[in-house]
C-alpha cells in the first residue's frame, strides 16, 4: 500500500514533468537562450561588464596566465563560471542534446515535487483528490515559487546575483517556513495557529534575500521582466496539473482516507 | 480525514506517516539533486529547468 501511494504519486509528477516541458518550450526557454546572447557579449564590449565578469569567476582569474586564457577564450562566461571552484567538467549527463538533459531534469523535479506534496499530504493526513486537487497545486506554487520569488525573483543567465550558497540556504528556509505558515493559515482553525502561520511566511521577507551588490548586467531588463512573468505563469501551470492528476490518480487508483 | 468510505481502503496512522516520510525523503532528495545540487554535470543538465523553476542558480 505504501509502494501504491508512492508510486501514484511519481506517476503525477512524470505526466507533470511532461507537461511542463511542453510548456517552457513555449516561452522560457527561448528567453533563457536569448538572455545567452547577451550574456555572450558581456566581456568583450567594455570595462564595467569585464568587472562584472571578473566578480563571477574569481577563482578563474587567479592567475594572469589563466585571466588572459578566460579574456581570449570562447567559453562564454555563462559556462565558464558553471566550472567556478570545481575542477569537474561539466556537460550535460550521458551526452543527452540539451532539450532531452531539460526534459530529464523535469521528470526528475516533476516526480520530486510530485512526492513532497504527496507527503505533506500524507503527514497532516488530508488526502489529494479531484476536487481539491487545484487546491493542492495553487498553494504549492505558493510555497516554492511565488514566495520566494519575492526574494528571488527567476532568474535569467547573465542577471547579477548574490553568493550561491546563502541564496540556496534562503531560498530552502523559505519554501519550508512559507509551507509551514500555509498550512497553519489554511487548514488550522484556531486564530493563534493562522497568526503564526502568517508570521511564518513574513519572517523570510523581513529577514531579506541575499542580493548582489552590483546589479548592472548586461541582459535587458524588458527580458528579465518577461521571463520573471513566464517562469511563474509556467511553475503555476505546472503545480495545477500536477495537483489536479495527482488528484485523479488518488481517486481512482489509491483512495486513502 | 475522518470521514473514511467503506470502499477505500484505509492506511493505519503508522503506514500513513511512513508513506509520507518516505514520499518527503524521496521527494526532497529528488528536487536538490535536479535543482540545487553544486555538480556541473548536474548543472548543465538541469541548467535550463534550474532557470524555468527559479531556483537560484549560477
Known amino acids: ?257 | 480525514m475522518a470521514t473514511s468510505t467503506a470502499s477505500s481502503i484505509s492506511l493505519s496512522l503508522n503506514d500513513r506517516l511512513v508513506a509520507g516520510i518516505s514520499a518527503l525523503l524521496i521527494g526532497a532528495f529528488l528536487v536538490f539533486g535536479a535543482g540545487l545540487a553544486n555538480s556541473a554535470v548536474l548543472h548543465d543538465t538541469a541548467h535550463d529547468t534550474r532557470h524555468s523553476y527559479g531556483f537560484p542558480c549560477h
Open chain 1, 1 to 257: 500500500m505504501i509502494v501504491k501511494t508512492l508510486l501514484a504519486a511519481i506517476v503525477a509528477g512524470l505526466i507533470a514533468g511532461v507537461f511542463m516541458t511542453a510548456a517552457q518550450e513555449m516561452r522560457v526557454v527561448p528567453l533563457i537562450l536569448h538572455a545567452e546572447e547577451y550574456e555572450i557579449q558581456a566581456p568583450a564590449t567594455q570595462e564595467p561588464a569585464a568587472a562584472g565578469h571578473d566578480q563571477h569567476s574569481s577563482l578563474n582569474g587567479t592567475s594572469p596566465a589563466g585571466a588572459l586564457l578566460s579574456a581570449l577564450s570562447p567559453v562564454t562566461p555563462a559556462y565558464a563560471h558553471e566550472h567556478e571552484g570545481e575542477h569537474e567538467e561539466g556537460g550535460i549527463m550521458f551526452g543527452l542534446s540539451r532539450f532531452s538533459g531539460t526534459l530529464l531534469a523535469n521528470l526528475v523535479t516533476g516526480a520530486g515535487f510530485s512526492l513532497l506534496l504527496a507527503g505533506v499530504s500524507l503527514v497532516i493526513g488530508y488526502p489529494i483528490t479531484l476536487a481539491n486537487g487545484a487546491l493542492w497545486g495553487a498553494c504549492g506554487w505558493l510555497a516554492v515559487h511565488l514566495l520566494p520569488a519575492i526574494g528571488l525573483p527567476p532568474e535569467l543567465p547573465g542577471f547579477p546575483a548574490a553568493e550561491l550558497g546563502e541564496r540556496q540556504v534562503w531560498w530552502a528556509a523559505t519554501v519550508l517556513l512559507s509551507a509551514a505558515g500555509l498550512y497553519l493559515l489554511a487548514l488550522r482553525r484556531e486564530l493563534v495557529a493562522k497568526i503564526v502561520g502568517l508570521a511564518l511566511i513574513a519572517a523570510p521577507q523581513i529577514y531579506g534575500a541575499p542580493q548582489p551588490l552590483d546589479i548592472s548586467s548586461n541582459v535587458p531588463a524588458v527580458l528579465g521582466a518577461e521571463f520573471a512573468v513566464a517562469a511563474l505563469a509556467t511553475t503555476l501551470a505546472f503545480w495545477l496539473v500536477l495537483g489536479v492528476v495527482s488528484g485523479f490518480i488518488n481517486d481512482r487508483f489509491v483512495k486513502v482516507r
